[in-house]
């Protein structure tokens, strides 16, 4: 009986707590928090999850194959953002001094290309920490 709690709490929450990661991390360029805060949020979801059903269960949700694509993706990602400054004849990640419409303080699409970066940088770690629990956990069995 309490496995079915348990189980059924996570299969609810599970949800939210994704939605609520990736809040933060698009989020994070106007308010507290940000990608590395927003990716973690994500990654203990699914560590969560993983804990709760098991690793089988937990590698179904996220493959080893798709923790390595977000991994190379989420890095890819960040040094692409990170290049327009290059391309546009400024230094590596420069935001407003490449010409990068930064919007208004405060609104949501401020900050120009940080909300970007951010979101590799959420991907990134969130896979990197499920990656880590998984590899963790194979040496312990």
Same mark, same amino acid.
Do not use: C
């Given at each position: 009986?309490?496995?079915? =709690?348990?189980?059924?709490? =996570?299969?609810?929450?599970?949800?939210?707590?994704?939605?609520?990661?990736?809040?933060?991390?698009?989020?994070?360029?106007?308010?507290?928090?940000?990608?590395?805060?927003?990716?973690?949020?994500?990654?203990?979801?699914?560590?969560?999850?993983?804990? =709760?059903?098991?690793?089988?269960?937990?590698?179904?949700?996220?493959?080893?194959? $798709?923790?390595?694509?977000?991994?190379?993706?989420?890095?890819?990602?960040?040094?692409?953002?990170?290049?327009?400054?290059?391309?546009?004849?400024?230094?590596?990640?420069?935001?407003?001094?490449?010409?990068?419409?930064?919007?208004?303080?405060?609104?949501?699409?401020?900050? /120009?290309?940080?909300?970007?970066? /951010?979101?590799? $940088?959420?991907?990134?770690?969130?896979?990197?920490? =499920?990656?880590?629990?998984?590899?963790?956990?194979?040496?312990?069995?």
């Amino acid at each position: 009986m309490k496995d079915f =709690v348990l189980k059924r709490i =996570v299969a609810l929450l599970l949800p939210f707590i994704q939605m609520f990661g990736m809040y933060v991390i698009l989020h994070g360029h106007v308010s507290p928090g940000g990608a590395f805060a927003g990716g973690i949020v994500l990654g203990l979801g699914l560590i969560g999850f993983a804990t =709760v059903y098991g690793l089988d269960k937990g590698k179904a949700k996220m493959p080893e194959r $798709v923790t390595i694509i977000t991994e190379s993706y989420g890095t890819l990602w960040y040094g692409l953002m990170g290049m327009v400054g290059i391309f546009k004849g400024a230094p590596f990640l420069a935001n407003k001094l490449a010409g990068v419409n930064v919007g208004a303080p405060g609104a949501l699409n401020s900050g /120009g290309l940080i909300g970007l970066i /951010g979101f590799g $940088v959420g991907i990134r770690v969130a896979s990197t920490m =499920v990656t880590l629990f998984f590899t963790m956990m194979e040496e312990e069995a």
